[in-house]
């Protein structure tokens, strides 16, 4: 059952979100809150944090979970406070198997999220998900439940 | 040979002497010493072969490991002062230049620098040489192009070395493979050094007999016979005596290294070998190092000069220093040059060109490299349980530290100008902290950052003071239904039972009662008594897990006077605790190391950035924004003047009794501090949090710069206003009426009746109105 849940999810991290990351492209609409932190981050949209971005998912979808992290990590040092990165770093992890790390960092994410719903219902996927495999049986159904009310877009 | 025949000369004597008395005598003895000598003898050539061999098999030379600073990663919009980037480039050895053709050189530019940088392969990849020019203005890095114009978007540094970890010995090298080594190197060192080298046995009659002709005819030593294995041996296994024996031993030592080897090994062994040049107490051995430190290039790209530069310094890498001897670099280089022509290794022509050059060395740096002593520490303590002290003694290892140069420069001159005229037996201590990654950016463990003796920002633990109050206050906030900022504490003489059992009547600082005071401002303003009384209803034990959470351990025993901070922590303790309020609530294991390579690079290790989610974020901002308040109008209001302008931090400060300790914890949205000040004696300072510790923390902070603490509310804060006499819901222009942050749904219930009346739809505001509300 455990087993099942995280192979369903599995298929749909297994390439870094690139979405999520600010100034890309076809990006979904971020919220103000993001917006404001973005100004506070850096007076610009950061290419740098852009091509960083790039090369960790480049070094991940070659398999170099550990060299994808590194990267994330340098471009957390430039934007700390970037969901998509947070995110992306939380996907890395989750698949190490470092469930727990995976979990405090999509919660990590979730935090600065702002109204990017997309990035929400990611977050609550893989915070799913991680407990489940981590065991938390009860943790995993409550970001289940917290899932089911924002795909329906009934969440206050 | 002279004495050794003298000796053996007299012995003869002596023996004839006896065997006049007893004849038959020698003639008895003669067999068995003969067999003796001769056991002795293969013997003593066993034992040296095996010397030769036992050092020769394994690992060759304990090479000690290289700890770098974190490097500078430059891209438009990073905060970077003009002192900040002077800083970092001298920490990197970085040569201000007439031109930047050359990697490690800058020059100034118009508004900017334009610097060439050094190739350098990091954990996560190789980082190329690139020449940039730079713009910074407003204190941020404004623009980011290549000389030939191109906009890029992020250029790393090589990072700058800031220490080594040295076996007994402070040899260093970089090993190179013979492939590695230019040609014309090889053949160089050679024709200068050892002609024959491929067709003798170790030793070389003819060039023995050539340099005696020689020193015969200079009646003293001019030219040495050894060869290169000799001279391979001499610095390998033996001691640089000048002894008869010594020679003796390097010849059969020699010899023997030569049945093992073949000779390309024990070529490349003695160019990793050589010593080459002095940088303050680190010898520079092996012409890898050698390359790197005296041109700043990498040994395959060095040009013809540089290369008979090199194996000119071999002969004496002091007499020939091109630093302080030019003239006599130049003359041996060039007649280095001519056997180079004169033996076929270049030509005529490729030898008198490079004669022309000018002697193409680096400058010498601008300071000395500086020492981090007690950072060093910190890294140590860290790798220990990872790595066995030999290891990293020997191993060549490259560690990958966390240290800001800049920031660790910042923080030392602000101890050192807190402290210049204070009595030399105050003590400081600081931890600078990058907060949502938790590496340990700066560290100072005493007011002499150079002396490494006592490391008092890991060692010394002292009672925090009211630097404790944050997790009694956290603990009241993490549940919404009882308290809130607004909730009214009772502020009035209390008597508590101490930990011997009697009664204690604790006081605020300034001995005031105020009979009720709102939670926001008993921990903005520090008061005891509120604390105590908070932290009691509360249970000790919970006040206690908090602290845990925070990433700290508690006494076995709690009393209440642990609420107004008789526990004791060390700074970095401290810095943990409050870089889990400053991150919101995730906790991040402080780290000084982020990677381990082998020399070449290869990864070995890797620290990687961990959180854990201690508390939920909106309690935590609730503390923070309190803090912030404590900066604004509270116990930390003096520092505002002295940052820059619109700059919003929080913070706490610390006073133990009597003074005797003055501490001050806060930070900025990326920047964590923290300073104490005390004696080693334990005797009072005479210095509040605020009046010691505060300053120097604020001027660190003036030239750090951090970015502005976000006091923005989210989705789970919301502001509601608040009647301060009666801690009731209030409204927009009610008298007495404030506005303070509270979870979503966790406003007062009951209303004041201006509030009533004057109610409108609460609305969710952000910073601007709470900040507002600061000021009000």
Redesign the interface.
């Known amino acids: 059952m455990k087993s099942m849940a995280g192979i369903a999810l599995l298929s749909g991290l297994l390439v870094l979100a690139g979405c999520a990351a600010p100034g890309a492209p076809g990006g979904p609409a971020v919220g103000d809150?993001r917006e404001?932190?973005r100004r506070?981050?850096?007076?610009?949209p950061?290419?740098?944090v852009?091509?960083?971005q790039d090369q960790a998912e480049q070094?991940s979808a070659a398999g170099e979970h550990?060299?994808a992290?590194?990267?994330l990590?340098?471009a957390?040092?430039?934007e700390?406070?970037n969901a998509g990165l947070w995110h992306n770093?939380a996907i890395v992890r989750y698949r190490d198997g470092d469930y727990?790390?995976a979990?405090?960092?999509a919660?990590?994410s979730l935090?600065h999220a702002g109204a990017n719903r997309d990035l929400e219902r990611r977050n609550w996927e893989l915070i799913a998900v991680s407990r489940e495999l981590a065991g938390d049986t009860g943790g995993a159904r409550a970001a289940r439940d917290r899932l089911a009310t924002l795909t329906a877009g009934t969440e206050q | 040979m002279a004495k050794k025949s003298s000796r053996s000369g007299r012995r003869r004597k002596q023996s004839r002497a006896s065997a006049r008395k007893r004849p038959g005598l020698i003639r008895r003895l003669l067999l068995p010493v003969l067999l003796l000598l001769i056991l002795v003898g293969v013997g003593y050539a066993l034992w040296l072969d095996h010397t030769v061999r036992d050092q020769f098999e394994g690992k060759r030379w304990a090479v000690p490991a290289t700890v770098y600073a974190r490097p500078l990663?430059l891209?438009?919009?990073?905060s970077l002062t003009p002192d900040q980037l002077e800083t970092e480039l001298d920490a990197l050895g970085y040569r201000e230049a007439g031109d930047t053709r050359r990697p490690g050189t800058w020059r100034r530019s118009g508004p900017g620098i334009e610097l060439a940088t050094r190739p350098f392969t990091f954990?996560?990849?190789p980082e190329p040489a690139q020449r940039v020019r730079l713009t910074l203005s407003g204190d941020?890095v404004s623009a980011l192009r290549s000389v030939d114009g191109r906009?890029l978007?992020?250029v790393r540094l090589d990072p700058a070395v800031i220490g080594h970890i040295y076996p007994g010995h402070r040899e260093d090298r970089l090993l190179v493979r013979l492939d590695q080594v230019p040609a014309t190197l090889v053949a160089g060192m050679l024709v200068v050094e050892d002609r024959e080298f491929f067709q003798h046995f170790g030793l070389s009659p003819s060039a023995i007999a050539r340099a005696a002709v020689a020193n015969l005819r200079a009646r003293r030593v001019v030219q040495g016979g050894s060869t290169v294995t000799q001279q391979l041996v001499k610095n390998f296994y033996l001691s640089s005596d000048r002894s008869y024996w010594r020679k003796f031993n390097e010849a059969i030592m020699a010899v023997l290294l030569e049945l093992h080897y073949d000779k390309e090994d024990i070529l490349e062994t003695y160019l990793n070998e050589v010593y080459l040049a002095q940088d303050g107490e680190r010898a520079i051995h092996g012409v890898g190092l050698a390359a790197q430190h005296l041109f700043g290039q990498e040994l395959e790209r060095l040009s013809l000069d540089q290369q008979a530069l090199l194996i000119a310094l071999v002969r004496g890498p002091s007499y020939y220093n091109p630093h302080r001897h030019p003239q006599r670099a130049i003359a041996r280089r060039n007649l280095v040059l001519d056997i180079m022509a004169e033996q076929g290794v270049i030509s005529t022509d490729q030898a008198q060109a490079a004669a022309q050059r000018p002697l193409d060395v680096l400058p010498p740096r601008r300071g000395p490299r500086e020492t981090y002593p007690a950072f060093m520490d910190l890294v140590q303590r860290h790798l220990q349980r990872d790595y066995r002290r030999e290891d990293l003694q020997s191993e060549g290892l490259r560690i990958f530290t966390t240290l800001a140069p800049s920031i660790q420069r910042a923080t030392e001159q602000a101890i050192h100008r807190g402290l210049r005229d204070r009595p030399v037996e105050l003590e400081a201590a600081a931890v600078m902290v990058?907060?949502?990654?938790g590496e340990v950016t700066a560290l100072v463990g005493g007011r002499n950052p150079r002396y490494a003796g006592f490391n008092r920002a890991l060692d010394a633990r002292r009672p925090v003071g009211s630097l404790i109050k944050p997790a009694v206050y956290l603990a009241a906030l993490d549940q919404p239904s009882r308290w809130g900022l607004g909730t009214r504490l009772e502020d009035l003489p209390l008597t508590v039972t101490d930990e011997r059992g009697r009664p204690w009547e604790p006081r605020n600082f300034d001995r005031q009662f105020r009979g009720e005071v709102l939670l926001v401002d008993a921990l903005a303003h520090s008061y005891n008594i509120p604390t105590i009384r908070l932290g009691q209803e509360l249970g000790l034990s919970t006040v206690g897990r908090v602290v845990e959470r925070l990433g700290v351990p508690t006494p076995r025993t709690l009393y209440p006077s642990y609420l107004i901070g008789t526990g004791e922590l060390s700074p970095l303790q401290v810095a943990q605790m409050y870089q889990t309020l400053a991150s919101?609530g995730?906790r991040a294991p402080l780290r000084a190391v982020r990677?381990v390579t082998e020399q070449d690079g290869t990864?070995l290790n890797?620290y990687?950035?961990?959180?854990?989610?201690a508390f939920e974020?909106a309690s935590v901002q609730l503390v923070n924004l309190a803090l912030v308040e404590a900066m604004q109008r509270g116990t930390g209001r003096s520092a505002v003047g002295a940052l820059p302008a619109g700059l919003v931090v929080a913070g706490k400060t610390g006073t133990t009794d009597e003074t005797r300790d003055s501490w001050f914890a806060g930070f900025g949205?990326?920047v964590l501090g923290v300073v104490w000040l005390g004696r080693d004696d334990n005797t009072p300072t005479g210095f509040t949090g605020s009046s010691g510790a505060l300053p120097i923390w604020t001027q660190a902070m003036a030239e750090i710069r951090p970015?502005?603490y976000?006091a923005?509310l989210?989705?789970e804060l919301e502001l509601v206003w608040v009647d301060e006499g009666t801690g009731r819901r209030s409204a927009d222009g009610c008298a007495g009426a404030r506005a303070l942050p509270y979870k979503a749904g966790a406003a007062p219930e009951e209303w004041t009746a201006c509030g009533e009346r004057h109610a409108t739809r609460q609305e969710r505001t952000?910073?601007g109105n709470w900040i507002r509300g600061l000021f009000r």
């Not at chain 1, 506070?40 to 610009?44: F, K, S, T, V």
């Not at chain 2, 990058?434 to 990654?437: H, Q």
């Open positions: 809150a404001e932190q506070e981050a850096a007076p610009q950061a290419p740098a852009a091509a960083l070094a550990e060299r992290a590194a990267l990590e340098r957390l040092r430039i700390p406070r770093l727990r790390q979990e405090s960092m919660q990590r935090q | 990663e891209h438009v919009g990073r954990w996560d990849g941020r906009d978007a992020l990058d907060v949502d990654s919101g995730y990677a990864p890797r990687p950035l961990a959180v854990d989610r974020p949205a990326d970015r502005s976000s923005e989210g989705t952000g910073l």
